[in-house]
């Protein structure tokens, strides 16, 4: 495809840090704002279940890609996340747990 020439041009050591945890592109780049940190420690967790240390740099750049296309849409629960574990809560209440 049409990036395929760029991605050629590299030097192929740099492509292993797609597989690198998302930590040390964000350690690279001397992001120490704690407020950003701890955001994209979130998306992380909410992509892959861990934060910016066991995430792999390739699942943020094509997650980021989609996340901020002017046309995406970010789903959140009535009530924010804590809804959800209260369903849960709920849910395992009425069936007797």
């Given amino acids: 495809g049409m990036f395929l020439p760029n991605f050629a041009k590299l030097n192929p050591l740099e ?9 040390s592109i964000i350690d690279g780049a001397n992001v120490n704002d704690g407020f950003i940190t701890n955001w994209l420690d979130v998306l992380c967790f ?3 279940g861990v934060p910016s240390d066991g995430t792999i740099t ?3 750049a094509m ?3 989609e996340f901020y296309d002017e046309d ?4 959140c ?3 924010g996340a804590s809804a959800i574990v209260d369903a849960l809560v709920r849910g395992i209440e009425k069936n007797g747990g």
């Fill in 46 to 48: 909410c992509l892959s």
């Fill in 77 to 79: 629960p009535v009530g």
């Fill in 15 to 23: 492509n292993l840090k797609l597989t690198k945890p998302f930590k």
């Fill in 58 to 60: 390739a699942e943020m």
């Fill in 63 to 65: 997650m980021m890609g």
């Fill in 72 to 75: 995406a849409i970010m789903d």
